[in-house]
């Protein structure tokens, strides 16, 4: 692992790494704050999964989470959205290849040789950080933006007993029934739609929900809340009776403007899991 | 003026203008978060103004401002840091030309006919704010980072009674002793040194100060501490006894992590002089 840069960042640290991740067979770069109280021991950790076109930088720059993650003792990971490099498989379409790996293990050619980010989240990275970091692997949380908060909702159902709380801020909700995720999925996937979806969060509440509480955030005037199809996902918990706060936010859109406005809330609804 | 975007934002608009700026000659870009209380009335104004190679995106992305002045029913402006657009003059530098004006009225080719910041931002901006937007003209304070920072303070001092209060974030304090200041004076201004002063925060606290309280941060980590100079900044004002509080942040770099560990304070800080 390479350190890039490291700031002071409300009493804390954000830095900037690079590390070798095997699924992906390429280096990949991720941001993480570090809270001031990890000078004295290993804090719990939030995931922040960020959305299309996102690199690590997008969220660690202006989703304003570091000081409120300060303020209740928590680190803030920020992971790349793909596989990068040359050599690596990409596509002109900026929803398509770097800076859209959908955080699943692509089994097609030409993604599958580095579009491994569900395994390079849930194992690659997660192995870095509990290695190197003075991080709590027992208090963990997820959250993340539109792709992310795909990500963030798919792998707190994928993953029973790791997280104990996930939210999303205007999440891709059901991709087996969007141009956002139809597409994709069958790239990387192939035309074999039973495959989809175990990476499609409606589907994933329907068939198994979530063992703890959910919060989610989508703005009212979201300019692609065709594209993320919310009422899937409010219908499948409310169906299975999940606990949820399901939340349309009037006047908001797509935005980190959006993004920001509610990050106090979401760090303070995943703290109350993670010190419960 | 002209709408480029408004996004909802902590309850209030982050919206993105034009307009023809008569002083600079030329089309001029601009931030304004407007808070909900905008809506009822007119609402006091921050002005934030940036350092080089900046826009009016950067700190209305990075630095975390919204929120608090939300708080507090306050709006913040976010001008750009110079004309721009072909036919205005340009330099290969980083320092020197578009991205940094230096909020000064360029005097010399081939500068002067667009480089007019300092009046851009004291009447053309001025002008367009208090016009099409429900501000209080009476209630106006003033803050900025680095080049910004340096805005700030002299424009604070040069124009009394306008400014309730000013802060600054790793300011460039004393431009006619810095490689940041004796470069763009001697381009801008001409070798007429004297007439450089007028725009030094440090000779102008030497020579008439601020009636109002000012905050100053750097961190002791900054990389351009020879270059900001803020021990003349200090000296003068302990001289001249000005009501001050000039705080050296102990591990902070020049970033806007720095800049957004401090952002509460120093929202807090004019909103106290601003509802006085």
Chains 1, 2 share one sequence.
Not at 61 to 67: E, I, Y
Not at 118 to 138: M, P
Not at 169 to 175: A, D, G, L, Q, R
Request: aromatic share 12%.
């Amino acid at each position: 692992m390479e350190t890039i840069s490291e700031n002071a960042c409300f009493g804390g640290t954000q830095g900037v790494y690079t590390h070798r991740s095997e699924s992906c067979d390429c280096d990949m770069t991720f941001g993480l704050f570090m809270p001031e109280e990890a000078q004295h021991g290993p804090v719990p950790l939030l995931w922040y999964l960020s959305g299309l076109t996102c690199t690590h930088e997008n969220a660690m720059t202006k989703a304003g989470a570091q000081g409120w993650a300060a303020d209740h003792g928590i680190a803030v990971v920020f992971p790349d959205t793909s596989p990068r490099g040359e050599g690596v498989a990409d596509d002109e379409a900026y929803d398509l290849g770097q800076g859209a790996g959908f955080y699943v293990n692509a089994t097609e050619a030409p993604w599958s040789k580095h579009f491994q980010m569900y395994d390079y989240i849930t194992k690659d990275l997660t192995s870095v950080l509990f290695n190197a970091f003075a991080l709590d692997e027992t208090r963990q949380s997820i959250t993340g933006h539109s792709m992310g908060g795909h990500g963030a909702l798919t792998l707190a159902m994928r993953e029973p007993g790791r997280f104990a709380s996930v939210s999303a801020f205007s999440p891709i909700c059901n991709p087996t029934g969007s141009d956002w995720g139809k597409k994709q999925f069958s790239a990387y996937l192939g035309s074999n739609e039973a495959s989809w979806s175990a990476h499609d969060a409606s589907a994933l509440m329907a068939e198994k929900g979530f063992d703890g509480p959910m919060l989610i955030d989508t703005g009212t005037q979201d300019q692609f809340l065709d594209l993320l199809r919310p009422e899937t996902l409010a219908e499948a918990a409310a169906k299975r009776r999940q606990q949820i706060n399901f939340r349309m936010q009037p006047g908001y859109d797509h935005s980190y403007f959006f993004v920001s406005t509610f990050m106090e809330e979401h760090i303070t609804f995943h703290a109350e899991a993670l010190y419960a």
